[in-house]
């Protein structure tokens, strides 16, 4: 399939350990946090979201956590296989409007 | 349930030509969006459409861009002239409601303009 990306921050991950995905944000004035999974040749996949009052949400595998004193969020897989090497990528969804805003993506590698 | 269709996968073009990219939604959505990726970057929304009325087309180049989704359903995104910073991939996603996190995407249209 083709490339999503050449020069994307890349995260090596061991098949089974833990991977911390990071993204900084800039508009306060976002009211949800979304995390997308994009594969090799294909559109990306919606994974999670946030809404800015919380602090975490978990999902299957999958935890979000959002400090907004430093406008910072991340997203933590569990027990990472095969399958969630991806570009993944944070997007702000604003209170007003519909519009969501892709940051831009980090490629994790999951090493057999 | 059938996915966000897109058509063709690859296009190559030389530069100041024509090109017109497909999109079929998923059935019942009546929100579209048709992006643009750049290689190394996340998507960028070009234009929002709610049924057959656009929404959001504040970042559509539009003295080069157009778009319509006559019907409310399927769409269609042209670029005349093309320019070589217009390589990219070309995004399609649809949701049931406008302002939905969840958005599904198509497996988008990559360009190459030479």
């Known amino acids: 399939g083709e490339s999503v990306g050449l020069h994307l921050p890349t995260l090596s991950v061991q098949e089974g350990d833990n991977s911390i995905i990071n993204c900084a944000y800039s508009?306060?004035?976002?009211?949800?946090f979304i995390w997308y999974k994009q594969e090799s040749g294909k559109g990306p996949q919606f994974i999670i979201d946030i809404r800015s009052n919380m602090d975490k949400r978990q999902g299957q595998r999958v935890t979000v956590l959002l400090n907004k004193t430093v406008k910072h969020l991340s997203l933590q897989i569990a027990a990472t296989q095969p399958g969630d090497s991806a570009v993944y990528f944070c997007?702000?969804?604003?209170?007003?409007?519909?519009?969501?805003?892709f940051g831009g993506g980090t490629r994790v590698l999951v090493k057999p | 349930e059938a996915g966000v269709a897109q058509s063709p996968r690859y296009k190559i073009i030389e530069k100041r030509q024509s090109v017109a990219f497909w999109c079929n939604p998923i059935?019942?959505?009546?929100?579209l969006y048709w992006y643009q990726q750049i290689l190394g970057q996340g998507p960028k929304l070009l234009i929002q459409f709610q049924n057959n009325g656009v929404v959001d087309d504040s970042q559509l180049p539009k003295d080069r861009f157009s778009a319509e989704r006559l019907k409310g359903v399927d769409s269609t995104l042209k670029i005349q002239p093309a320019k070589l910073e217009d390589s990219a991939v070309y995004l399609c996603?649809?949701?049931?409601?406008?302002?939905?996190?969840?958005?599904?995407f198509g497996p988008g249209t990559r360009l190459t303009v030479l």
């Open positions: 996603a649809s949701s049931k409601l406008a302002g939905e996190r969840e958005q599904f």
């Open positions: 997007a702000e969804k604003k209170a007003a409007g519909n519009k969501l805003t």
């Open positions: 059935s019942g959505h009546a929100t």
């Open positions: 508009n306060s004035a976002s009211d949800y």
